[in-house]
């Protein structure tokens, strides 16, 4: 099953690449990595704004971490042209807007890594890292790296 057939069983369609915000590009390819600048988490199309361990819990998380895996498909696929010829998620790195006492980023980024996982199959374990911040630009709940191996 193709990538895209994938996506599709999931009713998940892929957003277009969004402008970024600051001074840098949304993705850069070096030989058959290709490295996507951090996303934040939207809801309805504006940052999906809070803070995990205070008026965000980690099931919460775990949705705008999983909307994020869907922005960040979008970019990969804009940056790639054809899904199907990634060979390998490499990389995850998460960050998660928290409280001091906060401590279940990891169970947060599992949105992300749970639906690569869905829509790569073995193509998609990859390498993670998930770290608590005490704020993210436009106030957003999470952000999430990531690095991808090409054809």
Known sequence: MSVYDRLKALGIELPPVAIPAAAYVPFVRTGNLVFLSGHIAKRDGKPWVGQLGLDVDTATGKLAARAVAIDLLGTLHAAVGDLNTVTRIVK????????????????????CSELIGEVFGDKGTHARSAFGVAQIPLGACVEIELIAEVA
């Open 92 to 111: 995850v790195m998460s960050l998660v807007n928290s409280t001091s006492t906060f401590t279940e980023q990891h169970l947060v980024t599992n949105g």
